[in-house]
């Protein structure tokens, strides 16, 4: 039986991802004469085509929910200032998912393959995403250099500094770019937490644990005001410490508590 379940939830997974490719077929010839147009243009109409994006990816979040695969759900627990920049550890895909269908106009960087992928590349560059090659130093130059322009005109940037997902929800090896960008503008980052119920690699996953499927959430909260200024070593290690401070507390979910912290 746990076998049937279990081809069922794949056929699910891959139904959705064959749902989002439909509405990136279909969003080609409106994002192709767009992408076309000098970065000076597109510059003026990506807030739009980024809540273009967010309603998509909103669509794929319901859908999702709708079909018994995954419930995904942010809580923001910031008082006070928002900053605009957001830093985030990153467990599986639906990060991606979750972050453009949760917060409308933001900006990220965008793996290099993705841009040149014949069915994202339009929406890419329409939106004015950032496109990067890890394994090119000068792409990272460029990126950050348009990191700061989107800060400096007000925009909402989320980075992930692990580069790429862990799937074991373990914290991977962190780089210092969304630190840096911290502490090189002198802004004050709100951090993005996101927890599973359940790991993505281990086919348990798929089995209806309840009503909703997978859960998945995303917690926001407040970087520490007093460390404004501070240098790119020290918004590191208070990432580090709110991150180690969140998984031991009520609000992250159990499968992504450490085994030492089951009486926290």
């Known amino acids: 039986m746990n076998k049937i379940i279990y081809l069922g939830r794949v056929l699910i997974y891959l139904y959705g991802f064959f749902v989002f490719g439909l509405l990136c077929l279909l969003s080609l010839p409106l994002g192709l004469p767009l992408a076309l147009l000098p970065l000076s243009w597109r510059r003026r109409i990506h807030p739009y085509v980024r809540h273009v994006v ?4 909103r669509f794929v979040r319901w859908h999702c929910r709708i079909t018994g695969f995954v419930t995904m759900t942010l809580f923001d627990h910031r008082q006070g200032p928002k900053s605009r920049l957001l830093i ?14 949760l917060i409308d106009g933001v900006q990220s960087l965008v793996h290099a393959k993705f841009a040149q992928n014949p069915l994202l590349w ?22 950050f250099e348009e990191l700061e322009y989107s800060l400096r005109e007000g925009q909402t940037v989320a980075l992930f500094p692990e580069g ?3 799937g074991t ?8 770019g969304p630190f840096r960008l911290a502490s090189d503008l002198k802004i004050v980052p709100d ?9 993505f690699l281990n086919p348990a996953a798929f089995f209806p644990r309840s009503r909703g499927g997978v859960r998945l959430e995303a917690h926001l909260v407040s970087g520490d005001q007093a460390l404004l200024a501070s240098d ?24 992504n508590r450490p085994k030492d912290a089951s009486d926290c």
Request: glycine share 6%.
């Open 54 to 57: 967010y309603q998509g990816f």
């Open 88 to 101: 985030a550890n990153h467990i599986s895909m639906f990060d991606i998912v979750m972050l453009f269908g």
């Open 122 to 143: 339009s929406t890419v560059r329409a939106a004015s995403y950032i496109p990067i090659d890890p394994k090119k130093p000068i792409d990272g130059v460029r990126a």
């Open 164 to 166: 790429t997902r862990s």
């Open 169 to 176: 929800g373990s914290l991977g090896r962190l780089k210092m």
């Open 191 to 199: 951090f993005i937490f996101f927890t599973s119920n359940q790991a």
């Open 232 to 255: 790119e070593k020290s918004w590191q290690d208070h990432f580090l410490k709110t991150y180690s401070e969140f998984v031991r507390s009520e609000r992250a979910l159990p499968w």
